[in-house]
C-alpha cells in the first residue's frame, strides 16, 4: 500500500494534456491539493475538457514552466511535482527541432532552475520516454539498453532526463525518471497531427473509418493503459528513497500492429485494417520493434501494468462515445499529418467547464 497524497499538495505540469490531466483527477480524488501549470502549446494535447470533472477542485496556471515568475506560489510548499509539460511528436521534432528544443529542453532549465531554487531536494516524476533507446538491440528493452535515439525528440528528451538526474546526484532534486511506451486511453487528443499512431487509431475508429498499417504489420508495441500510468507516477511521487532513478514503465503484452489494429476495429465494429508502404518521413524514424522490460518499477516499486490492451481500448471507446465533439474540430475533420502549426490546429477547445 503506497503512501496517500491526501491533503498533500502537487503540481503537475502539462496538467491539461492527456496523461497530466487523468493524474489531476486522480490526485483531486484521493484529496490531493492539487495544482495545474499548462500554456496549452499549439501543437500538443492541452484541452480544457479534460480537466472537466475537477475543474473547480483543481488551481490552474495559465503560465509556461519556463516563466519562472509565475511559479513562485505553485511551487510554495509543494510536496510532489509531476512533470509532463512535452511535447511529444517525433514527426514535429524533425521538422522543427528548435520548437522541439525549446519546449523539451530550453523550458525545463528554466524550470528546474525556480524549482531547485524555491525547494530543493523535492520528488519529482518526470515523464521520459522509451524513444530515448532508439531502434532496440534486444528485446525486451531493460534500462541497461544503450541511448540512441533517431530522433530529435528523444534526444532532447534525454537531455531533459538528464538534467533531473544530474541536479539529484547533486542533491539538489529528487528524481524519478518514468521511461513510458507508448500511452492510450480516454483524454488523448485525438484531432492533434503528429502526436503518435494511437491517437490517430481511436480518432479514426470513433468516427467509423476502418485504419491502415504502415509496412507489413509485425512490428510489435506495448501499448499501456493511462490509468496503469497514473498508478506508475503515484508510486513514484509516493516512494521513499529509491534505489535507481529511471524505470521503464510498459504495457501488460506485446502486440503487433496488426494485432492492435484488428482489436481497434473490432472494439469499434469498422471493416478490418488495411495494409500500405511505410511513407518516406516515417520509415526514417521508425524504431522497429519495441517492447518494455519492466522487471525493474515491479521490483522496486511495486508497479505493473495491469489492463490488457483489448480491455483498455474498450473503456477508451466508451468515453469517445460520450464526449466525442469535445475532441474534434469541426473545422479539420480529417487532420493529417501535416507540418503546420499555424492556428488552424486547435489545441484548447472551446468546450465550457462543467463539474461533472
Ligand atoms: N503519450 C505518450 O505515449 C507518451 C509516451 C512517453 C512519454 N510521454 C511524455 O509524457 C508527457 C505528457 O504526454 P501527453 O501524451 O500527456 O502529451 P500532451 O501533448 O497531451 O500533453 C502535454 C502538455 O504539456 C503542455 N506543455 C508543453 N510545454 C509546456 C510548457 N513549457 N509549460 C507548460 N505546459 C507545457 C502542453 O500544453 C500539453 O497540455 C510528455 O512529456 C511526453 O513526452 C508521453
Redesign the pocket.
Same mark, same amino acid.
Given at each position: 500500500m503506497r503512501v496517500s497524497y491526501k491533503n498533500r499538495k502537487v503540481l503537475i505540469?502539462?496538467g %491539461?494534456?492527456? &496523461?497530466?490531466s487523468s493524474l489531476a483527477i486522480h490526485l483531486v480524488r484521493e484529496g490531493a491539493r492539487v495544482v495545474i501549470?499548462?500554456?496549452? !502549446?499549439l501543437g500538443?494535447? /492541452?484541452n480544457l475538457f479534460n480537466i472537466a470533472p475537477v475543474a473547480t477542485d483543481v488551481e490552474l496556471i495559465h /503560465?509556461?514552466?519556463?516563466d519562472t515568475s509565475a511559479l513562485a506560489e505553485p511551487l510554495r510548499g509543494c510536496e510532489v511535482i509531476f512533470n %509532463?509539460?512535452?511535447? &511529444?511528436s517525433h514527426i514535429h521534432s524533425m521538422a522543427m527541432p528548435e520548437r522541439d528544443l525549446e &519546449?523539451n529542453t530550453l523550458?525545463q532549465i528554466h524550470f528546474l532552475t525556480a524549482v531547485t531554487r524555491s525547494i530543493p531536494g523535492v520528488r519529482v516524476v518526470y515523464?521520459?520516454?522509451?524513444?530515448v533507446y532508439g531502434a532496440p538491440d534486444y528485446l525486451p528493452v531493460d534500462e541497461k539498453h544503450p541511448i540512441n535515439p533517431v530522433d530529435f525528440n528523444g534526444v532532447h528528451?534525454y537531455a531533459a532526463t538528464m538534467y533531473h538526474l544530474m541536479l539529484s546526484n547533486m542533491g539538489q532534486l529528487d528524481a524519478v525518471v518514468l521511461r513510458?511506451?507508448? !500511452?492510450y486511453g480516454p483524454r &488523448?487528443?485525438l484531432d !492533434?497531427p503528429c502526436?503518435?499512431f %494511437?491517437g490517430t487509431f481511436i480518432r479514426k475508429v470513433a468516427t467509423g473509418q476502418s485504419l491502415e498499417i504502415f509496412g507489413d504489420g509485425r512490428q510489435l508495441r506495448d501499448p499501456v493503459y493511462v490509468d496503469d500510468i497514473v498508478e506508475a507516477s503515484l508510486a513514484a511521487g509516493a516512494a521513499g528513497q529509491v534505489r535507481n532513478r529511471s524505470y521503464n514503465a510498459g504495457g501488460p503484452e506485446p502486440l503487433s500492429m496488426a494485432d492492435i489494429a484488428a482489436i481497434a476495429c473490432n472494439s469499434a465494429g469498422v471493416p478490418e485494417p488495411t495494409f500500405r508502404e511505410f511513407p518516406e518521413d516515417r520509415k526514417m524514424i521508425d524504431i522497429g520493434s519495441y517492447y518494455t522490460d519492466s522487471t525493474l518499477i515491479r521490483g522496486d516499486l511495486g508497479w505493473s501494468a495491469t489492463v490488457r490492451f483489448q480491455e483498455g481500448f474498450r473503456r477508451t471507446l466508451d468515453y469517445y462515445r460520450e464526449h466525442l465533439p469535445h475532441y474534434l474540430d469541426p473545422s479539420n475533420p480529417s487532420p493529417s499529418c501535416k507540418l503546420d502549426l499555424r492556428p488552424t490546429v486547435p489545441?484548447v477547445k472551446k468546450a465550457t467547464i462543467v463539474p461533472a
Open positions: 505540469t502539462g %491539461l494534456g492527456f &496523461i497530466g501549470v499548462d500554456n496549452s !502549446v500538443c494535447g /492541452a /503560465a509556461s514552466i519556463a %509532463l509539460a512535452g511535447e &511529444i &519546449i523550458a515523464a521520459g520516454t522509451r524513444q528528451k513510458m511506451t507508448n !500511452v &488523448i487528443a !492533434v502526436q503518435g %494511437l489545441t
